[in-house]
């Protein structure tokens, strides 16, 4: 079993940057392949970002291609999400997610384990 922890959030202008991390305890992360999903008001749980179990391939929703970061360091048990140039559209709780395997899906139903997650507020 483990249990993820999101930190990072907060509110910044439209062009901002945030750091968000998801940190792992009770099990090593480096077992399981790991994403981010946002889930704004009303809206369904959305892919942002996912990162293989060794951290050698990445990938992103288009929506944030060329302004997010997804990053592993498994000796300190935590993913990161570098957000750069953030929008208002980019207003949404940020979750991370892990699934024990290799590389994981963009669809959220198949993640077994989550954070609580973290608010980022883009506005001026």
């Known amino acids: 079993q483990v249990q993820l922890v999101e930190s990072g959030g907060g509110l910044v202008q439209p062009g901002g940057s945030l750091r968000l991390s998801c940190a792992a305890s009770?099990?090593?992360?480096?077992?399981?392949?790991v994403a981010w999903f946002r889930q704004a008001p009303g809206k369904e749980r959305e892919f942002v970002a996912g990162i293989s179990r060794s951290g050698r391939s990445t990938y992103y929703a288009d929506s944030v291609k060329g302004r997010l970061t997804i990053s592993r360091d498994n000796a300190k048990n935590t993913v990161y999400l570098q957000m750069n140039n953030l929008q208002p559209e980019d207003t949404a709780v940020y979750y991370c997610?892990?699934?024990?395997?290799?590389?994981?899906?963009?669809?959220?139903?198949?993640?077994?384990?989550w954070g609580q997650g973290t608010q980022v507020t883009v506005s001026s």
């Open positions: 009770g099990r090593s992360l480096g077992v399981y392949a």
């Open positions: 997610a892990a699934v024990q395997s290799v590389i994981g899906p963009t669809t959220p139903r198949t993640y077994d384990y």
